[in-house]
Nanobody, 121 residues
Framework: QVQLVESGGGLVQSGGSLRLSCAAS????????MGWYRQAPGNQRDLVGS???????NYAASAKGRFTISRDNAKNTVYLQMNSLKPEDTAVYVC???????????????WGQGTQVTVSS
């Protein structure tokens, strides 16, 4: 079994910062890409940013210049540093990892339970 556990969400004022963490644990053989998605009420789940195992990053246009994604491969953990937050960033942020489990010959998508980020104006 593979689990992803997020932490670091909360309430922050517009212009503030938050750092989200997501730790993967369980029967992990290797992890390929890791990333963050977000979903606001009534909206679809959208990619915020992703990072490959080698450190290459990809961001949504709304996140570029404000958010930074990073990872610690030794800890199977991905981070999302969010600066200059805006009320429109309010959403549930969900961690994703593409994992090869020890019992598997292929990679599968795993998701965390999500953490709420609320930005007040």
């Amino acid at each position: 079994q593979v689990q992803l556990v997020e932490s670091g969400g909360g309430l922050v004022q517009s212009g503030g910062s938050l750092r989200l963490s997501c730790a993967a644990s369980g029967s992990i053989f290797s992890i390929s890409a890791m990333g963050w998605y977000r979903q606001a009420p009534g909206n679809q789940r959208d990619l915020v940013g992703s990072i490959s195992s080698g450190g290459s990053t990809n961001y949504a246009a709304s996140a570029k210049g404000r958010f930074t994604i990073s990872r610690d491969n030794a800890k199977n953990t991905v981070y999302l540093q969010m600066n200059s937050l805006k009320p429109e960033d309010t959403a549930v942020y969900v961690c994703n990892a593409v994992v090869r489990a020890k019992w598997s010959m292929g990679f599968s998508n795993y998701w965390g339970q999500g953490t709420q980020v609320t930005v007040s104006s």
